[in-house]
């Protein structure tokens, strides 16, 4: 009985682990005490994904670019529902057996730049890769009685699908004993597969478009470019793709006003950093708080509090400027030049936001005298967005990555002439254009015989 049962005991055992795993959830790492989290963006996510009975046959996206909270968002919506669980079933124990504890129902797996995107998704559910001391001990007598799935080194696709295999069963036992609520598995980082191993990132979403078929696991992705979107879009899973929720910048002061007076700042420093060096995005601001503080902490003060606000914006400026370098091999670049001046013109000129996909961006450049493929102009383009520059919207449009980009490839754009450039072209395209209508006026009113 244990040699014949012992394949089908093994993966049985598994999913169980799997659909204790969900039930109890996990305690993700990178969270601190004094992290702002976005309430707001919380319960968003909460309602769209979290104690669901059905997935209407969708897995989720989060996108937002680096520095706007997102990843934490998703850690402390992982870490609260575990904390509830966990004094649920304290409760549970202490005081009635016949109380059924609430159950977590959120895992978090963070993919890291390393290879092994399998282990990380299968340790964190729980599903064992090792062998224990007992089974080491009792396979010795029955070869066949496994304990741990054993997973290919060399194929991270084949590893991926057994993983998977395993986490769909255990996600249908968890639904049937949890009043049919579908649990989520939240995948962070999932643009760094995208962009190193899109054969990998493939197979994910085959499986992410599998579970929501089956109603067994709603898989959502986090994302921090449009590496993601570029490859939903691309595929037959666009469909399956639930509504995009993009986190996005903060865009008004007053919604940070109380991170600012919990770190003492003053009122008008506050809103200068914010209007004239970070704006609303979170991991700039606490760049900003932390270079202040330490300005502001040097005994005897010597800095007044305009010196003080021109370093902090001296050292973004320098570090922006360095990402900047670093896109641009040759500074005389007129492709990517081009780019970035039709980015200003369509995102921060004016006070109007016309953002441009990179189709449009092409035609545009046409305009302007520049012939470029479109694949030309988005290999362009990805040197600024892979240096933090620029980023792709949800709609796959291009913009600027932070205010201090777009405050870096301004001047940028504005020292290269390419602007008083464009605006000539522009000039001149505009006169040939009135006399090219005012000539097709007159021959016809030459035919009419007015």
Known sequence: LAIGGGLQWEKSKMKHKVRCQFKKGCSPKGLREDDYI????????????????????MFGIVFGAAGTGKSNVLRHICKERHNQSKSSRKFSRKFSRKSS?????????????????????ADTCGIPLEPSIFEVAITKIFPSWKRHLTLPLDDEITALAQVFSVIEEGGLLYKENEGNRVPVLIIDGADIVAKNNPKLFDGLLEWAKKCANEDSVLIVMGSSDGHVLRYVTKQACKSRAAPFIEVTDFPKFDDLKQLFDAHKVPRDIAEYLFNKITGGRLTDIYKAIRLYNKLVAVKPPTLKKEEILEKIKDAFESEMKQALNKAMDDPSNVLQL??????????LRHGVKHPLSVHELALELVQHGVVASVGAVMDAAERFVDNNILRYNVNQELVAHSKMAGNVLEDLVTSSGIQQRRCWQQA???????????????SKCRLAGV
């Open 38 to 57: 976005r309430r707001d963006v919380q319960d968003e996510i909460t309602t769209a994904f979290c104690d669901k009975t059905d997935t209407d046959g």
């Open 101 to 121: 504890s609430k159950p977590s129902g959120v895992l978090y797996v963070e993919l890291g730049s390393d290879a092994r995107f399998a282990h990380k998704i």
């Open 338 to 347: 081009e780019i970035a001046a039709a980015v200003i013109d369509r995102n």
């Open 428 to 442: 001149c395209y505009k006169r040939w254009w009135y006399w090219l209508r005012g000539n097709e006026h007159h």
